[in-house]
């Protein structure tokens, strides 16, 4: 069984640039989340993707979207970078037939600096 | 807002004594509480979760209860060793999936 991926797993950006992030979720999952975890704090929620649309989102400002393929796979954009940007983004893949499963597995992050 | 408060910040042991983490949840929707461990460079590793339908869970050395009642939940890790040293986030899962987390406990055991 595969676990989750994400890549790439550094990148630099300077402010107002716009950056893609990827992730592959476990084997058999169909549903995505996305996190944000900034130095010396918890993971903040940013949306979740099931079914490839978005089934819910965080307190995360309109230039932050994502998508979802029908693989599973997804993508986190964000557009004019901010300094406040710079964290770990964080990948968690969920699945349960029927809808999205509580259990949801991490994958080992995208450290974003934005400069 | 939904909101998750988790103490101690840092917690220092000696090998073998008992770590306790606690976190109390401010949703009272909230029915699923997983317990993350992360390690320096690496995603949060899920170590145990409970669900609101039981009260007490056990894996080995590490047990977590709930208190639905309070909304308060602990995890109790025993015998604790030099590689359970890492950061432990608490989480209560809201609304439609969303996963909570606690501000972390940094676990510190001693040889």
């Known amino acids: 069984e595969t676990g989750v991926t994400q890549s790439p797993t550094h990148l630099i950006k300077t402010r107002g640039q716009q950056v893609t992030l990827r992730c592959s979720s476990q084997s058999g999952h169909n549903t995505v989340s996305w996190y944000q975890q900034a130095l010396g704090q918890g993971p903040q929620f940013i949306f979740q993707?099931?079914?490839?649309?978005?089934?819910g989102r965080g307190n995360f400002p309109p230039r932050f979207s994502g998508l979802q393929f029908p693989n599973y796979s997804s993508e986190l954009n964000v557009n004019a970078l901010e300094l406040d940007d710079s964290a770990l983004y964080l990948c968690?893949?969920?699945?349960?037939?029927?809808?999205?499963?509580?259990?949801?597995?991490f994958g080992p992050g995208t450290r974003l600096t934005v400069l | 807002g939904e909101n998750v408060e988790q103490h101690p910040s840092t917690l220092s042991v000696q090998e073998g004594d008992s770590a306790v983490i606690k976190c109390t949840y401010s949703d009272s929707a909230s029915n699923y509480f997983p317990w993350y461990k992360q390690e320096l460079g690496k995603g949060p590793q899920l170590i145990i979760d409970i669900r609101s339908n039981v009260g007490e869970k056990k894996d080995q050395r590490i047990a977590v209860t709930l208190n639905k009642t309070a909304k308060h939940f602990s995890l109790h890790i025993t015998e604790t060793q030099p590689e359970d040293s890492a950061v432990y986030f608490c989480?209560?899962?809201?609304?439609?999936?969303?996963?909570?987390f606690g501000t972390g406990t940094r676990l510190l055991v001693s040889p």
């Open positions: 989480a209560a899962l809201t609304g439609f999936q969303k996963l909570v």
């Open positions: 993707y099931y079914r490839e649309e978005e089934n």
């Open positions: 968690a893949s969920s699945s349960v037939a029927g809808g999205p499963s509580n259990e949801q597995f």
